[in-house]
């Protein structure tokens, strides 16, 4: 059981991938980071879920947030390392195998009339969603262990094609692990015209079916 505070982003679909397919690529004893890590839900249910038994480090630049992975952690009778700060800046001389990229980002513009960013839940990934994944698809290899990896998402309510350039720029490897369509919540339709604007700037993708407006989550792996 995973306790959730407001202020602090709560997990979501996106998350729950996230976590599957980060078990399917766990084969040792690994140190793993979940960065952005929010309520730890990534890597506590990760640890609840296997029987390796990894290291698990969490970070978010949020004290709250951190405080609440603990609270939950101990709750769970998992034990962690968790710190508060920007980014890898807690971990700063410390390498990984497995760094999870909790943070899944949105457009501003799109996150402005969503249902997920309330509360006081901060997005500041800019205008195009891509802001906070870039930067830290440019600097994650500076933390990674030999043959150490990345997963991270990328929900189509961001500028999908710009963070795979960043992607690819700094990793050799990028591979799609999986993706899943998901409805856009009811409360989003009114604005409509919000997101038609952003689509024909590229700046977001999503397809509509059934009279459904859908957008994806992808889970990728880089190394």
């Known amino acids: 059981m995973i306790k959730e505070e407001k202020k602090v982003f709560k997990p979501n679909a996106t998350t729950s991938l996230l976590v599957q397919s980060s078990l399917k690529n766990i084969r040792k004893k690994s140190d793993i980071l979940d960065l952005g890590c929010g309520t730890g839900y990534v890597g506590l249910t990760i640890a609840k879920n296997t029987k390796i038994k990894n290291n698990y480090f969490f970070s978010d630049l949020s004290k709250k947030a951190i405080n609440l992975c603990k609270t939950n952690a101990k709750k769970n009778g998992i034990k962690i390392q968790a710190k508060t700060g920007n980014m890898f800046e807690p971990w700063a001389d410390k390498r990984f195998d497995l760094i999870i990229e909790s943070i899944s980002a949105i457009a501003k513009k799109v996150a402005t009339i969503s249902p997920w960013y309330r509360n006081g839940i901060p997005c500041d990934c800019g205008e195009d969603g891509t802001d906070l994944v870039n930067e830290v698809l440019k600097v994650t290899k500076n933390h990674l262990k030999k043959n150490g990896k990345l997963i991270f998402p990328i929900v189509t309510l961001s500028n999908k094609k710009k963070i795979l350039r960043t992607a690819n720029k700094?990793?050799?490897?990028?591979?799609?692990?999986?993706?899943?369509?998901?409805?856009?919540?009811?409360?989003?339709?009114s604005k409509k015209n919000v997101l038609e604007k952003l689509k024909k700037?590229?700046?977001?993708?999503?397809?509509?079916?059934?009279?459904?407006?859908?957008?994806?989550?992808?889970?990728?792996?880089?190394?």
């Open 170 to 189: 700094n990793f050799k490897n990028v591979k799609l692990l999986v993706s899943k369509d998901w409805p856009l919540p009811k409360s989003m339709y």
């Open 201 to 223: 700037k590229g700046v977001v993708s999503y397809k509509t079916k059934y009279g459904l407006i859908l957008y994806s989550s992808e889970i990728y792996i880089a190394y």
